[in-house]
């Protein structure tokens, strides 16, 4: 009896050992056939290469050691990368349902990347149509991906990238993706120098595949509408000194096929003496600016038109500046963008309290014409009371006594004309005020 059950388990040992070696070399050939589809899945221009391949859970997915990928010029590494099998029967498209890599690399014209960990969701990889002439009919796309230890290079920008974590949502062409990333910075050391930190970066409502494709082709990149939000905590620029400092950058815009309208702020600003236009601070006494900056816009997209409802800057020990007004030839709906430096003038309005900055100022000029600060004070209170034209007498009176009331500056030209001129031709109505008639000039102090 004893005998018969050795026998048997013998018996039963020997078929679960006949079974599994089957099983195992089915499975085997299950995964080379699989991973030849995939290969042919990708075209006759993809090199697909591995030291090793292994199935993975209940040979669902692959695991791969050592895998390069390479396709035209981009070249993709991992030194282990696990996906699960292509789907490939619906379409033409190759879709992967989730794909693990640990230590990635990827090289191209357009820079390099490196990720020490990244897991991405339902990708779709590129194909090409079958006429050369044609462009691709799928180009990549990933519902989400996250990252850690992520270190780049963008050709584009001669620039180094870094961030300790990033994760994505939505890439692919045309589609508004969302972006989060920690412990950002970019530099590069091309002249001028800079180097950019942040805390955290978050990007709502961009189309970051377009937004690739600008860098790597430059092809130009063409704004959706949408609604789009970016939060940025603890900036800073610097270059070879410090240049801007923030504690927290929140913008919100809306954009229709008509209109964009926009409402930023920055809190916590701080600009140094290096930033263009800025140079006077020393002389005033002043290390830096600190202060907070509001704008709310709108910017008609046909006729560049733009709106502006509320442009301030407010700074404790300096002043508040409040701007509002009509402006024409806008290239963007953001005042603080600098290609908007030539947009027209139709309106604007002026609103000034002063928190010290004025008698720095007056001081500074007495000092430059060798005068005593009382006796330029002086002239300038003897100003406002000969003034013939009404605007001079309000600001010369204002500007005896600057910190007890708002001045308010109207202007309204003849005909648009560029900021720029404006704000020279005001520089220029000591001397010439007969331009205060041209750009329609009018003060008041209240």
Do not use: C
């Not at 004893?2 to 195992?24: C, E, P, Q, R, Y």
């Not at 990889?125 to 990252?147: F, N, R, W, Y």
């Not at 709502?204 to 937004?211: E, F, H, S, T």
């Not at 004070?377 to 600057?402: D, E, G, I, K, R």
């Amino acid at each position: 009896m004893k005998k018969n059950i050795l026998v048997t388990a013998s018996g039963i040992a020997i078929l679960g050992g006949i079974a599994w070696f089957g099983a195992h070399h089915a499975e085997r050939v299950m995964l080379d056939k699989g991973i030849e589809r995939f290969k042919q899945a990708l075209g006759p221009d993809v090199s697909f290469t591995y030291t090793r391949a292994r199935p993975g859970l209940l040979g669902r997915s692959v695991r791969f050691n050592g895998l390069v990928f390479r396709q035209g010029p981009e070249t993709i590494t991992a030194d282990e990368a696990e996906l699960t099998k292509p789907d490939t029967q619906d379409s033409d498209v190759t879709r992967i349902h989730h794909l693990t890599f640990r230590n990635f690399q990827l090289a191209d014209p357009a820079g390099s990347l490196h990720l020490k960990t990244v897991e991405m969701d339902n990708l779709a990889l590129p194909t090409k149509a079958e006429d050369p002439a044609t462009p691709g009919v799928q180009t990549l796309s990933i519902e989400h991906a996250q990252a850690t230890g992520l270190h780049g290079f963008v050709s584009s920008l001669q620039s180094d990238l870094s961030a300790e974590t990033a994760s994505m949502d939505n890439f692919g062409a045309h589609e508004t993706s969302h972006l989060q990333a920690s412990k950002v910075q970019l530099s590069t050391d091309v002249a001028p120098p800079r180097h950019v930190k942040a805390d955290s970066v978050v990007v709502d409502g961009v189309a970051l595949a377009d937004l690739y494709k600008t860098l790597s082709t430059g092809a130009p990149y063409t704004a959706q509408p949408t609604t789009r939000d970016i939060t940025i905590d603890q900036l800073s620029i610097d270059g070879t000194t410090p240049l801007m400092h923030a504690r927290r950058i929140l913008s919100h815009a809306n954009r229709t096929d008509a209109t964009e309208q926009e409402v930023s702020s920055i809190q916590g600003l701080e600009l140094w003496p290096d930033v263009p236009n800025l140079g006077w601070l020393p002389s005033l006494g002043y290390d830096r600016f600190v202060g907070n900056v509001v704008l709310n816009d709108t910017h008609t997209l046909k006729t560049g038109a733009l709106h502006v409802e509320t442009f301030s800057i407010d700074s404790a020990n300096m002043g508040r500046l409040h701007i509002n007004g009509e402006f024409g030839q806008a290239a963007s709906a953001s005042m603080l963008n600098g290609s908007n430096a030539e947009m027209q003038v139709i309106s604007m309005t002026m609103n000034y309290l002063d928190h010290g900055l004025v008698p720095k100022a007056l001081n500074a000029i007495a000092t430059a014409r060798g005068l005593p600060p009382q006796d330029f004070l002086a002239y300038v209170q003897s100003q406002s009371a000969t003034a013939q034209n009404p605007a001079f007498a309000s600001f010369f009176h204002w500007l005896a006594n600057p910190g007890k009331q708002t001045l308010s500056i109207a202007v309204k030209p003849t005909q648009p004309m560029p900021l720029m001129m404006v704000a020279a031709t005001l520089g220029n109505l000591a001397s010439m005020p007969e331009l205060a008639q041209k750009i329609g000039l009018t003060v008041q102090a209240h």
